[in-house]
T-cell receptor, first 111, second 115 residues
Framework: KNEVEQSPQNLTAQEGEFITINCSYS?????LHWLQQHPGGGIVSLFM???GKKKHGRLIATINIQEKHSSLHITASHPRDSAVYIC?????????????FGKGTLLTVNP | NAGVMQNPRHLVRRRGQEARLRCSPM?????VYWYRQLPEEGLKFMVY????????ESGMPKERFSAEFPKEGPSILRIQQVVRGDSAAYFC?????????????FGEGSRLTVL
């Protein structure tokens, strides 16, 4: 079992829909990152969380440390949100720099 | 302030050749990380460097792979005698501190194809 599991693997939505992507992890962590990767493109760090909730524009990220679970929400989704969303954790038992990544969730938003 | 610059963006090599991938971190960043993304797989940590020092190379294959971050110039990931299994996207990221500080910036990646 991977240390970081994301669901769903693939998600298709209509423009305007509310999107939720989930990330579960099996180890104690010091922080969790949500990343965005466009096809063939680079990677952008969206959030880093160690507790609670953060919001940037239409993106909201939450984390529940006790349940070892984080969610990324996109409100009023748009075709330009189509990308792979990747969850990555920093293991609190190890180094504070070595990220462990989920396999990503491919989001397609249709107009 | 330019972002993390990686070059080349695409590189084609024949088996047995050498591949050199370069990464210029953001200005003021002294921490560089390399990650590999194999087809249909997630990203994997390879190596963490600070200026002139390799801090952790536990994710690097034991042979043929090496990395450096000299006092002057970009960080280099070098793959000697490439094999088809080295075909992947290689991403570099930089930060002013460790990723725990929150500021982590990635490059566009270098996509290596081994024929």
């Amino acid at each position: 079992k991977n240390e970081v599991e994301q669901s769903p693997q693939n998600l298709t939505a209509q423009e305007g829909e509310f999107i939720t992507i989930n990330c579960s992890y099996s180890v104690g962590i010091s922080a969790l990152h949500w990343l965005q990767q466009h096809p063939g493109g680079g990677i952008v760090s969206l959030f880093m969380l160690s507790s609670g909730k953060k919001k940037h524009g239409r993106l909201i990220a939450t984390i529940n440390i006790q349940e070892k679970h984080s969610s990324l929400h996109i409100t009023a989704s748009h075709p330009r949100d189509s990308a792979v969303y990747i969850c990555a954790v920093l293991n609190s038992g190890g180094s504070n720099y070595k990220l462990t990544f989920g396999k990503g969730t491919l989001l397609t938003v249709n107009p | 302030n330019a972002g993390v610059m990686q070059n080349p963006r695409h590189l084609v090599r024949r088996r047995g050749q050498e591949a050199r991938l370069r990464c210029s971190p953001m200005k003021g960043h002294s921490h560089v990380y390399w990650y590999r993304q194999l087809p249909e797989e997630g990203l994997k940590f390879m190596v963490y460097l600070q200026k002139e020092n390799i801090i952790d190379e536990s994710g690097m294959p034991k042979e043929r792979f090496s990395a450096e971050f000299p006092k002057e110039g970009p960080s280099i990931l070098r793959i000697q005698q490439v094999v088809r299994g080295d075909s992947a996207a290689y991403f570099c990221a930089s930060s002013p501190g460790t990723p725990y500080t929150g500021e982590l910036f990635f490059g566009e990646g270098s996509r290596l194809t081994v024929l």
